[in-house]
């Protein structure tokens, strides 16, 4: 019997990167990185802008179905959410029941990653059927009301003609 000696055995391959191809990565990686940034940066300043937007959107929602249902319409604008509930009939100073957003939920306007947003003087806007925005149910006292959205033009309301700007 023969036995089996080294020189008919194959020789182990070396595993690794080379020191070239590490550098070669990591220059790969910068140059995304140099490019990419400023992208991501643009689409997340672009967040402030969509949720103002949504708000907005939510706000004149509100003024229109005051009108056009000819009930009181209850907006309360929170840090990542904007919820209108509506009077279940005329004359009602409260609202009971909430009014669906586009997909369904309950929130009329929502994102979980909304800048900060307050509402000054705090509290919810009532939008009569007259198209007034009060700090009330029963509309004695017109509100102006300033929306701030971190990074964003604020929205104002005029209480008496009901405008959103």
Excluded at 33 to 59: H, Y
Excluded at 67 to 73: D, P, S
Excluded at 92 to 108: I, V
């Amino acid at each position: 019997m023969c036995a089996k000696s080294s020189e008919h055995l194959p020789k182990p391959s070396a595993r690794g990167f080379t020191m070239v191809e590490l550098i070669l990565v990591m220059v790969m990686l910068g140059v995304m990185a140099i490019v990419l940034l400023p992208r991501m940066n643009a689409a997340a300043s672009m967040g402030g802008v969509a949720w103002r937007e949504q708000v907005l959107s939510a706000l004149r929602e509100a003024h229109s179905l005051a009108q056009a249902h000819r009930r009181l319409v209850c907006v309360n604008v929170g840090g990542s959410a904007v919820t209108l509930t509506i009077a279940s009939q005329f004359g009602d100073t409260g609202c009971a029941q909430p009014w669906l957003g586009p997909d369904r939920d309950s929130r009329y306007a929502h994102t979980p990653h909304a800048p900060a947003t307050s509402v000054s003087p705090a509290g919810p806007l009532y939008f009569q059927p007259s198209g007034r925005i009060t700090s009330d149910g029963a509309g004695a006292s017109a509100l102006n009301a300033s929306i701030a959205i971190a990074g964003e033009e604020a929205i104002t309301t005029v209480g008496e003609t009901g405008a959103l700007q």
